[in-house]
C-alpha cells in the first residue's frame, strides 16, 4: 500500500475537467515538491509536472498541479483522447528518507 | 536529448543476483543524480535507489540492504545490483535522470522486464 494515495480510477468526456488528487502527509507532500507522471501501456512513464508547477518542454498548459497542505491534485482541462493513461504522483519523504510513487490513477476518456 | 538505455539478463533465478546497467548517451552522467525504479507486472511504481556521480548514493529501506548502486563516470553508465532475488523481484525495471535541483525524473530509459520465476 502506497503512502501517497491516489483514487485507482477517474474518467471524463472530451474537453472536460478532470482532477486526479494525492494524498500524503507532513513528511511528503506536506514540505517536498510533487510530480507527476504518465504512462502509457507499455511505455516508460513520462515527467508532466515538477516544481511549483512547472512543465517540461511539450507539456502543453491543459495540465495543472495545485497543492494545498499534505494533499495535491493533478487537473486536466479540455481533456481528449490521448490524455487517456496511468497517473502518478510522486514525492521526496523526509522521514522515510525515500522516493515515494502513489499507487496511480488510471484515466479514462469516454 | 539525454537517453537512457538499460541493458542485462532477463531471467534470474531465485537467490541469485540481478544485474543491470544504465548507459547514458548524448549528456554527462557527471551533472546529475541517477534513479532506479521498477514496476511489477500490473502494479504501480516502485523507487528503488539513486546515485550522484561521485558515488553517494541512497536507496530504499524496503530492499532490506540487497541493493547495491554504482556508477561508472569512465563509461558513462551507472548499474543496479540486487541480491537474493525471489519472484516478488520481477518487474520493468527503469533508470532514469533526476532533473538538477530535486527529484523530478526527467528522462527514462525505455525499461528492461526481469522475471524471477517462482
Known amino acids: 500500500q502506497s503512502v501517497l494515495t491516489q483514487p485507482p480510477s477517474a474518467s471524463g468526456t472530451p474537453g472536460q475537467r478532470v482532477t486526479i488528487s494525492c494524498s500524503g502527509s507532513?513528511?511528503?507532500?506536506?514540505?517536498?515538491?510533487v510530480y507527476w507522471y504518465k504512462q502509457l501501456p507499455g511505455a516508460a512513464p513520462k515527467l508532466l509536472l515538477f516544481?511549483?508547477?512547472q512543465r517540461p518542454s511539450g507539456v502543453p498548459d491543459r495540465f495543472s498541479g495545485p497543492k494545498s497542505g499534505t494533499s495535491a491534485s493533478l487537473a486536466i482541462s479540455g481533456l481528449r483522447s490521448e490524455d487517456e493513461a496511468d497517473y502518478y504522483c510522486?514525492?521526496?519523504?523526509?522521514?522515510?528518507?525515500?522516493?515515494?510513487f502513489g499507487g496511480g490513477t488510471k484515466l479514462t476518456v469516454l | 536529448q539525454v537517453q537512457l538505455q538499460e541493458s542485462g539478463p532477463g531471467l534470474v533465478r531465485p537467490s541469485e543476483t540481478l544485474s543491470l546497467t544504465c548507459t547514458v548517451s548524448?549528456?554527462?552522467?557527471?551533472?546529475?543524480?541517477w534513479s532506479w525504479i521498477r514496476q511489477p507486472p500490473g502494479m504501480g511504481l516502485e523507487w528503488i535507489g539513486h546515485i550522484y556521480y561521485t558515488g553517494s548514493t541512497n536507496h530504499s529501506p524496503s530492499l532490506k540492504g540487497r541493493v547495491t548502486i554504482s556508477v561508472d563516470t569512465s563509461k558513462n553508465q551507472f548499474s543496479l545490483k540486487l541480491n537474493s532475488v525471489t519472484a516478488a523481484d520481477t518487474a520493468v525495471y527503469y533508470c532514469?535522470?533526476?532533473?538538477?535541483?530535486?527529484?523530478?525524473?526527467?528522462?527514462w530509459g525505455q525499461g528492461t522486464p526481469v522475471t524471477v520465476p517462482s
Open positions: 507532513s513528511s511528503n507532500i506536506g514540505i517536498n515538491d
Open positions: 532514469a535522470r533526476n532533473r538538477r535541483g530535486g527529484g523530478a525524473l526527467d528522462y
Open positions: 510522486a514525492a521526496w519523504d523526509d522521514t522515510l528518507t525515500i522516493m515515494l
Open positions: 548524448n549528456g554527462s552522467i557527471s551533472t546529475h543524480f
Open positions: 516544481t511549483n508547477d
